[in-house]
T-cell receptor
């Protein structure tokens, strides 16, 4: 199994530009999570989906952030417009539905907004 | 709501010495508890998890953790540190209601000195 796949691995953009981060969860996993990691705030949950349905997006910082999961094998996190304070590493994770199942993380996308 | 507190943002040990990384949890119900490790420029990888079976849990790479309800703790230990153990370690909690995201601590950076 290829694990959770994220693209791109690195993204450098200028303030005001639209950024789209992509995630392919592990096949058969039906829960997907987006996290953001920064030195100041650590790992923050942004949003999560169960069976492609957004369950809790209370961690999304503001309206500039949006996430979709059109099918079981693909999700996007979009920032429009981007700002320098959005610079962080964004992780996608997936899990089989169930409390004791392991949550598997992707390698992350390092976003730099100039 | 569940939460975890990791005591010490940075721990430094000598190679061959005992590793002890502290984690205390706060939960209104018996929790599920996890330790993850993050190597530089990588995603998080599960070390071990407690899911209400044995209170002493053994994980990968020689790590283990003991669930102590009376102390609300889940400290991570390894008898003898190796240079390859240098990484960031995260404690996480999830309520037994199930299928909810992990809530992570701030992380502890472990340095191993030769």
């Amino acid at each position: 199994d290829a694990g959770v796949i994220q693209s791109p691995r690195h993204e450098v953009t200028e303030m005001g530009q639209e950024v789209t981060l992509r995630c392919k969860p592990i096949s058969g996993h039906n829960s997907l999570f987006w996290y953001r990691q920064t030195m100041m705030r650590g790992l923050e949950l942004l949003i999560y989906f169960n069976n492609n349905v957004p369950i809790d997006d209370s961690g999304m910082p503001e309206d500039r952030f949006s996430a979709k999961m059109p099918n079981a094998s693909f999700s996007t996190l979009k920032i429009q417009p981007s700002e320098p304070r959005d610079s962080a590493v964004y992780f996608c994770a997936s899990r089989v539905r169930g409390a004791t199942d392991t949550q598997y993380f992707g390698p992350g996308t390092r976003l730099t907004v100039l | 709501a569940q939460s975890v507190t990791q005591l010490g943002s940075h721990v430094s040990v000598s190679e061959g010495a005992l590793v002890l990384l502290r984690c205390n949890y706060s939960s209104s119900v018996p929790p599920y508890l996890f330790w993850y490790v993050q190597y530089p420029n990588q995603g998080l990888q599960l070390l071990l998890k407690y899911t209400s079976a044995a209170t002493l849990v053994k994980g990968i790479n020689g790590f283990e953790a003991e669930f102590k309800k009376s102390e609300t703790s889940f400290h991570l230990t390894k008898p003898s540190a190796h240079m390859s153990d240098a990484a960031e370690y995260f404690c996480a909690v999830m309520g037994v209601r199930g299928n909810t995201p992990l809530v992570f601590g701030k992380g502890t950076r472990l340095s191993v000195i030769a």
